[in-house]
């Protein structure tokens, strides 16, 4: 039991070292774990029918439904956990807007399979409807495609007609002849018992009669076996298109199909619209019942500890920022003093160096001077010796 209330304080995302100290809070993070955990829960087994559906392996919709379900009770422990109760009731639901609105959306998506199950002997039912349809609409497409079969119909049906006229004009003949030979009084007929010339020109019509329809029957019997056997390749090519278009067909089954069928019946039936709407609605009830929970919950212990907590972190951090600046300003005070220093005596030195240089070079100029005057005053006085 103990392991089990660890676990849904875990769930719920609350700092247990501190829930610990707070026994009055213990009740409210179980039941918000629990509700974060029994969300996720059928989010992976939404998820998992989901992919079953799809993928028609129950292997890949247990891992999927797996990762599904651990993905959202994850999302849904970060949204609870990163709520923080305020004093300000307005500031609370303010900041919860966003998450609940995710969370509204995430209801929408985890139901929407699920709702699927629900209704699966409705959408079955009107699956099967659509299949029919589309075979119907199939074959009439064929019948488009290969127009030779209908021809060939209609050809063989006025061969079939015209047989069936001359038919029905030599029974015709031969009622007439049989009412002259016996003496049946019709306008036709004389009415005078025996083979008279009446009855042996009603003799000769039905022999021509009989002639006649003999002909026709031996010819459109040939014209229809002839047509019989185009239709048969062409039916046995339709068949076969056919045949591949049934395949797809009863492939129809996959989940975009079913919802386009979830939707008919909403569009159709009022109950399933509003059973669908309620299923929806519950889901959403579920996951943001966290939220609302810890937005509806006062503020305890736990959450004035959880604040003193924070607020001895942010003092400390800003001890160590404020510790950390004085140090660099201390670092860039004494670097500025040891460069202004050390710029002041290169410049010194330099100062001296330029001014030992400088005495050097006028007292080098100076001895050059004195060289140029010497030597000047030599060749004066040679010029001199030399004109005496």
């Known amino acids: 039991m103990e392991k089990m209330k660890v676990f849904f304080w875990f769930c719920s995302g609350a700092n247990m070292a501190i829930l610990k100290k707070c026994p009055t809070e213990t009740n409210k993070y179980i039941g918000v774990g629990g509700t974060v955990f029994f969300t996720g829960i059928l989010a992976a087994l939404s998820a998992g029918y989901a992919l079953y559906t799809v993928f028609e392996n129950w292997y890949w919709g247990l891992v999927f439904g797996l ?26 639901w303010k900041l919860a807007f966003p998450r609940l609105l995710l969370a509204v959306f995430l209801a929408m998506v985890i139901s929407k399979p699920l709702e699927l199950k629900v209704f699966e002997k409705e959408i079955n039912q009107k699956v099967s409807e659509q299949k029919v349809l589309e075979m119907e609409e199939a074959k009439g497409n064929l019948d488009a495609v290969y127009p030779e079969v209908a021809r060939l119909e ?59 329809l003999d002909r026709v029957q031996e010819r459109n019997w040939a014209k229809i076996d002839k047509n019989e056997q185009e239709m048969a390749v062409v039916m046995t090519r339709r068949e076969r298109a056919f045949e591949r278009q049934q395949a797809s067909i009863d492939e129809f089954d996959g989940l975009a199909a079913r ?32 939220v609302v929970v810890k937005l509806m919950a006062g503020r305890g212990p736990y959450d004035e500890m959880l604040d003193k907590s924070e607020r001895a972190v942010k003092l400390y951090t800003d001890e160590c920022n404020y510790k950390s600046q004085a140090e660099s300003t201390h670092r860039i005070r004494v670097f500025d003093e040891v460069i202004a220093a050390e710029t002041v005596s290169l410049i010194e030195k330099k100062l001296h160096r330029n001014e030992v240089l400088t005495k050097a070079e006028m007292k080098l100029l100076e001895e050059r001077l004195k060289d140029t005057h010497r030597f000047q005053a030599q060749h004066a006085t040679g010029n001199k010796t030399a004109d005496h």
């Open 67 to 92: 990762v599904w379900g651990v993905m959202i009770f994850n999302l849904d422990r970060f949204i609870v956990s990163s709520m923080r109760k305020k004093k300000n009731s307005w500031a609370e």
């Open 259 to 290: 919802m386009h069928a979830l939707s008919q019946l909403t569009g159709e039936s009022q109950a399933v619209y509003w059973a669908n709407i309620f299923i929806m609605l519950l889901f959403v009830a579920m996951e943001t019942a966290p």
């Open 154 to 212: 209609a050809e063989n049906q006025q061969l079939r007609d015209e047989m069936a006229a001359k038919a029905a004009f030599r029974d015709q003949v031969q009622k007439e002849y049989d009412e002259e030979r016996f003496g049946v009084k019709t306008p036709g007929t004389t009415g005078v018992v025996g083979l008279g010339s009446n009855a042996e020109k009603k003799e000769e019509q039905l022999d021509a009669a009989q002639q006649d």
